[in-house]
Nanobody, 123 residues
Framework: QVQLVESGGGLVQAGDSLRLSCAVSGRRTRPYVTAWFRQAPGKERAFVAAISWSDRTNYADSAKGRFTISRDNTKNTIYLQMNSVKPEDTAVYYC?????????????????WGQGTQVTVSS
């Protein structure tokens, strides 16, 4: 069983930076993909970014140029560096993992989820 625990959310102002962390534990087979999704009130869960076992990355258009996904294998942790945040980035951010090599932007393709961390951006 795989466990994902997010942290780092909070209340920030527009233009600020924020780094989310996702601690991954439990038994998992390689290769796998880890991703960040977000869900705003009244909206569907949306893809933000993903990183494969081989460090290939993919970003949603809304994240390109502002967000960076990375990993620290020594800490079994995935990060989402969020720069120049906007009020429309306000959402609950979820970390997710799928046990395949291919990156997907479809939340239904991911098997394991964290509990989420709230990010609120004030204008």
């Amino acid at each position: 069983q795989v466990q994902l625990v997010e942290s780092g959310g909070g209340l920030v102002q527009a233009g600020d930076s924020l780094r989310l962390s996702c601690a991954v534990s439990g038994r998992r087979t390689r290769p796998y993909v880890t991703a960040w999704f977000r869900q705003a009130p009244g909206k569907e869960r949306a893809f933000v970014a993903a990183i494969s076992w081989s460090d290939r990355t993919n970003y949603a258009d809304s994240a390109k140029g502002r967000f960076t996904i990375s990993r620290d294998n020594t800490k079994n942790t995935i990060y989402l560096q969020m720069n120049s945040v906007k009020p429309e980035d306000t959402a609950v951010y979820y970390c997710a993992l799928r046990g395949f090599s291919g990156i997907s932007d479809n939340h239904q393709m991911y098997d394991y989820w964290g509990q989420g961390t709230q990010v609120t951006v004030s204008s």
